[in-house]
């Protein structure tokens, strides 16, 4: 038999329809069926674009019906400066006055159809708004307002009024803004990666690496969370307080330096040579060599003096390639430096040091007293820092403090003496030590052996085993290193040698010039700005005092 005169089959369009060869009948029946199924379906698209057409009409009906389509949504085009108020300027005097102000949602939520509330965010601080369905409010902006997405940035215009209760949850708690109008500047997506109110608790201390909510049921965000996140983390209370904190250290400090007739000095950050230990350095390309980044300011603040400045200062990121995962090591942090010429000795210079500290310390207190109670809200462990009682620094030499710790049982051999720094163990016991005796969170140690000290060190005169050289503490852990300079020539070229460093190595001919053209004697001090604010609050790590924090582990965000 011819193959032709075999029923010629349909080809089949999909895997059912190739099924095996008994189904020729079947195969019809299963074409109309999917016939029916396709016309079924065109009849239920058509009966959805009906609804959705019928819901638009009713929405564009309801829409035109809005009492208050004008007073919310998308914010409308102007021309005109809106005068809008700060949270801050909020006073006795705002009650029953109009006020517009632009704040970001910090929660929105609708109560019923005609009550909602919003709390409103402005740099940490919360106020209250509430709306509530009274001619023109309608249903619609009730349901819009309650409905806005968390973190969104709003402009609310709205009567401040005194609320029966306070508002324990909001800042500005003895007020509450009656919403008129609110409209869109900025819509945050739905789904943000972390809660703000999240990163409001304090990170776990030790992180059990499964538990993902708390004790009482709410989300537990880590420090990596925050820091991965550091944008929404920033917005806290506790991180806006953080940052006005390191904003005053810095502005402090700067103060102090100006007032006492210092410059300000910008020195390099991209160095020729690796001259102050090579293995700490970050090398870069620089063009067809390499370049390195400034691990301190320290040689350009020398060459500065004696470049006949008297006293210079710097605020400037310093660069340091360790691999110290630490909780109070940066592998780049604000560094805060100064040096200075003296007369007669070094201490004048130290007296200065001292009085900066305790001038920055008090002024803090005294003018961040907010902050620093919003922060202990958080962070509470460390309690208040205890400054001298007179209002000068504790001093006593690196001697003294290892006979403090001898006395609590911590000895050090005589070799290890001269040859090691204190341990971070031995400082932090050190500082409790100081604590319980002389009641202060912050000290001065001077005169340290020589040969834990870098090469541009002044050996004390009196005993070369020790130097003009000072650490400042707080709270047990390294602020600052200071110290005299040598200033003479051979003195320096010979410390280099001491130190098993080649005064003719490349990178030192700059530096060591400065000194044979003539240099006045001088001291200093290098402080990490990060430091100062992580012992002065108590936080448990450096990463909480800089804004975005680099580490061994961490380049981002
Ligand atoms: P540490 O012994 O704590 O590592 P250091 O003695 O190496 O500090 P210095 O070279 O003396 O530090 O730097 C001066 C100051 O700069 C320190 O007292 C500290 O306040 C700050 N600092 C130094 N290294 C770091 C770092 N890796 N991260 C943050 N701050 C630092
Ligand atoms: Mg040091």
Redesign the pocket.
């Known amino acids: 038999m011819a193959d032709s005169e075999l029923p010629t089959r349909p080809k089949p369009e999909t895997n059912e329809a190739a099924a095996p060869a008994a189904e020729g009948a079947e195969s019809k029946s299963a074409s109309k069926n999917a016939l029916k199924k396709a016309a079924k379906d065109k009849a239920k698209a058509e009966k959805a674009a009906a609804r959705a057409a019928q819901e638009k009409a009713q929405a564009a009906a309801q829409d035109a019906n809005d009492t208050a389509k004008d007073l919310y949504g998308p914010i409308p085009e102007t021309e005109d400066v809106i005068p809008t108020t700060r949270f801050s300027e909020f006073s006795d005097d705002s009650y029953e006055k109009e006020v517009t102000v632009v704040a970001r949602v910090d929660n929105a939520r609708v109560q019923s159809a005609k009550l909602a509330f919003l709390m409103l965010r402005q740099q940490g601080q919360k106020v209250q708004a509430v709306i509530a369905a009274a001619e023109p409010i309608s249903r619609q902006m009730i349901k819009y307002t309650g409905g806005l997405n968390v973190n969104s940035i709003v402009q609310v215009t709205g009567i401040v009024k005194k609320p029966e209760v306070p508002i324990s949850s909001a800042t500005l708690s003895h007020l509450e803004l009656h919403i008129r109008k609110v409209y869109m500047i900025s819509e945050a997506a739905q789904q943000l990666p972390m809660q703000v109110k999240d990163a409001e608790r304090p990170p776990p201390e030790t992180t059990d690496e499964g538990a993902q909510v708390d004790a009482e049921g709410a989300p537990i965000v880590t420090l990596k969370t925050r820091l991965d996140n550091r944008v929404l983390d920033l917005q806290t209370e506790t991180s806006q307080a953080i940052t006005q904190i390191s904003s005053g250290v810095a502005e402090l400090f700067t103060e102090y330096m100006i007032k006492s007739g210092s410059r300000w000095i910008f020195t390099p950050k991209l160095v020729g040579a690796a001259t102050e230990g090579g293995s700490n350095v970050f090398e870069v390309k620089y063009f067809k060599r390499s370049g390195y980044l400034a691990?301190?300011p320290q040689l350009y603040k020398q060459m500065c003096i004696a470049g006949d400045m008297e006293s210079v200062f710097e605020v400037a990121p310093?660069f340091?390639a360790?691999d110290?995962n630490t909780h109070?090591?940066?592998?780049e942090?604000v560094?805060l430096d100064f040096e200075k010429t003296f007369h007669a000795h070094y201490h004048e210079v130290l007296d200065f040091a001292e009085d900066l500290l305790v001038f920055i310390l008090t002024q803090l207190k005294e003018r961040y007293g907010a902050q620093i109670a919003n922060i202990q809200k958080s962070y509470p462990k460390a309690g208040d820092f205890k400054l001298p009682k007179d209002g000068k620094a504790l001093r006593l030499n690196y001697m003294d403090g290892l006979a403090l710790l001898k006395e609590a049982g911590v000895d050090m051999s005589e070799q290890e003496r001269f040859e090691n720094?204190f341990t971070?163990a031995m400082e932090k016991q050190l500082g409790q030590i100081i604590r319980d005796k002389y009641d202060t969170d912050f000290y001065v140690l001077d005169k340290f052996p020589m040969s834990v000290r870098p090469f541009y060190t002044k050996a004390d005169p009196k005993d070369p085993r020790f130097s003009n050289s000072y650490?400042?503490f707080m709270r047990g852990?390294?602020?600052?290193?200071g110290a005299q300079r040598i200033h003479n020539i051979d003195e320096l070229e010979a410390s280099m040698r001491s130190k098993g460093l080649d005064p003719t190595q490349e990178g030192f001919e700059d530096y060591l010039n400065a000194f044979r053209q003539g240099c006045p004697p001088h001291a200093g001090?290098?402080?990490?700005l990060?430091?100062?604010v992580m012992f002065f609050l108590g936080l448990p790590n450096?990463r909480l005092a800089s804004l975005f924090p680099r580490d061994p582990q961490r380049l981002r965000p």
């Open positions: 691990q301190s310093v340091r360790e110290s109070r090591h940066l592998t942090f560094g720094d971070t650490d400042f852990e390294e602020i600052m290193s001090g290098g402080l990490g990060n430091r100062i450096v």
